[in-house]
């Protein structure tokens, strides 16, 4: 089945705990992005890759890490968290920006305390 | 710079009753247009999309959207909705350009609460 897989579903930590929320697709899509949801913000692009070894910035970026060493692979890390980072994480993946459309993961939810 | 409004945060409606959500965008070129549904804790997943050709777009289970450029609107309908559409609707712009990285943003979403 074609997916995009997040890592893990739920999530709580301490503030200035490390972590890293893995996504995985299996389309081969070249294409893959982070967002975080917020309620009243909608959708806000955190980082995004479109290729491997090629990333940049998206709208949020501080705070956040991404590395895309394998087209598979798109982790989400945190190095140091805090609270104003509690949020729902989306990682999806296109075969083409644009008129793609893109395909999502389940998201992780994150609570910092 | 492209962006999106969905004026509508929640629409409440009948069971059977029809239903239009509405969708502004913003943009200095072409554009494509999207629309997604997140159901309960879920991601999300693509409605329906319009590319090009015909300004009338349908999905698989009774809802459409028309493009209307010069409104630039992209409002989506279903005439007789179901219970199983609860759910938050996020309305999506990209621009149309060739080669590159081309940015979806997306609106903040209208939760669809079906009554029934």
């Known amino acids: 089945e074609a997916q995009v897989t997040q890592n893990p579903r739920y999530l709580i930590t301490v503030t200035g705990k490390k972590l890293t929320v893995t996504c995985s697709q299996n389309?081969?899509?070249?294409?893959m992005s982070w967002y975080r949801q917020d309620p009243g913000l909608g959708l806000r692009q955190i980082y995004y890759s479109m290729n491997v070894e090629v990333t940049d910035k998206g709208d949020v970026p501080e705070g956040y890490k991404v590395s895309r060493k394998e087209k598979r692979n798109f982790p989400l890390i945190l190095e140091s968290p805090s609270p104003n980072q509690t949020s729902l994480y989306f990682c999806a993946s296109s075969l083409s920006t644009g008129a793609g459309g893109y395909t999502f993961g389940s998201g992780t939810r994150l609570t910092v305390v | 710079a492209q962006s999106v409004t969905q004026l509508d945060s929640q629409v409440p409606v009948f069971e059977e009753a029809p239903v239009e959500l509405r969708c502004n965008y913003s943009s200095s070129v072409s554009v494509y247009l999207f629309w997604y549904v997140q159901y309960p804790n879920q991601g999300l997943q693509l409605l329906l999309k319009?590319?090009?050709?015909?300004?009338l777009v349908e999905s698989i289970n009774g809802f459409e959207a028309e493009f209307n450029k010069s409104q630039t609107s992209f409002h989506l309908r279903k005439p007789s909705v179901h219970i199983s559409d609860t759910a938050e609707y996020f309305c999506a712009v990209s621009d149309r350009l060739s080669g590159g990285y081309q940015k979806v943003t997306f609106g903040t979403g209208t939760k669809l609460q079906v009554i029934p």
């Open positions: 319009y590319l090009s050709g015909s300004t």
């Open positions: 389309m081969n899509h070249e294409y």
